[in-house]
């Protein structure tokens, strides 16, 4: 996966014009120091080891090995291997993207895909449900931001009610045990965002399944949550700062 960056108004950079003029590329850290772009949150929290997604991955490269073995040479092997295991983490990616997409269609303008309901609709009415003690004023899909710390990043959904903003992250899963995939870069993810934004109530997980349609789950962190996950953050950003040798701060 690329890096993600973002300019200092808070506009994504994640691609530019090639020099010879024949498309576009993906931004390298060369390209941000010259226009002081500052580091994505996904690109700082990826500097931490995940070892439940490290062993997912595993898992799945050890199940595309034992269902195909029969090859003439193990360089065969090897690049067969390599290609099942990447078309099949791809369909998760997709799927999750695409979902995102739905929801973000929604929330920008009312609308969704007939091929979408199913997901889209109980994810919709989970979090109307879930804060109708708010009054609720505006949703605002997709936002990007700035801080001044040195890094930027998109929300998925800010709610805004008369008492503050509510702060939500999508995270498509697999299985039905919702609660139990809860891990600390995603509440560390919301501290940076939080950590942006003014008069923040609260920040949450909506967690979507993928192969149980309908099955959802809605993770509000704790106060005392997002402050540690901050620190947790905050400590990984002055890492990128380091071994980068460049500290977009402004």
């Known amino acids: 996966?690329?890096?993600?960056?973002?300019?200092?108004?808070?506009?994504?950079?994640?691609?530019i014009q090639r020099s010879d003029g024949t498309g576009i590329r993906d931004v390298t850290l060369r390209d941000a120091k010259k226009v002081q772009a500052l580091y994505s949150t996904t690109y700082i929290i990826n500097q931490?080891?995940?070892?439940?997604?490290e062993k997912w991955k595993i898992k799945q490269i050890l199940d595309v090995c034992f269902d195909h073995t029969a090859y003439d040479s193990r360089e065969e092997w090897?690049?067969?291997?390599?290609?099942?295991?990447?078309?099949?983490?791809?369909?998760?990616?997709?799927q999750g993207m695409l979902i995102h997409n739905q929801l973000e269609t929604y929330y920008l303008a009312g609308i969704i895909?007939?091929?979408?309901?199913?997901i889209v609709y109980p994810v919709i009415e989970l979090i109307e449900k879930s804060f109708k003690h708010h009054k609720i004023l505006k949703y605002r899909a997709e936002e990007s931001f700035a801080n001044k710390k040195g890094y930027g990043g998109k929300i998925d959904l800010i709610i805004e009610t008369e008492d503050g903003i509510i702060?939500?992250?999508f995270k498509t899963k697999q299985?039905?045990?919702l609660e139990k995939q809860l891990y600390n870069d995603y509440s560390m993810q919301l501290?940076?965002?939080?950590?942006t934004f003014k008069n923040v109530l609260f920040c949450g997980n909506v967690l979507i399944s993928v192969t149980h349609p309908g099955i959802n789950h809605i993770h509000v962190w704790s106060d005392e949550t997002i402050q540690k996950s901050n620190q947790m953050f905050n400590h990984l950003l002055e890492y990128c700062k380091l071994v980068n040798n460049y500290d977009p701060a402004f």
């Open 191 to 195: 501290a940076a965002y939080s950590d």
């Open 113 to 118: 895909a007939p091929d979408a309901e199913d």
């Open 175 to 177: 299985g039905d045990k």
């Open 48 to 53: 931490l080891s995940k070892p439940q997604l």
């Open 1 to 15: 996966m690329s890096s993600h960056w973002y300019l200092q108004n808070g506009m994504p950079f994640y691609t």
């Open 167 to 169: 702060i939500l992250d």
């Open 78 to 94: 090897e690049e067969k291997v390599w290609k099942l295991y990447r078309e099949k983490t791809e369909v998760y990616s997709t």
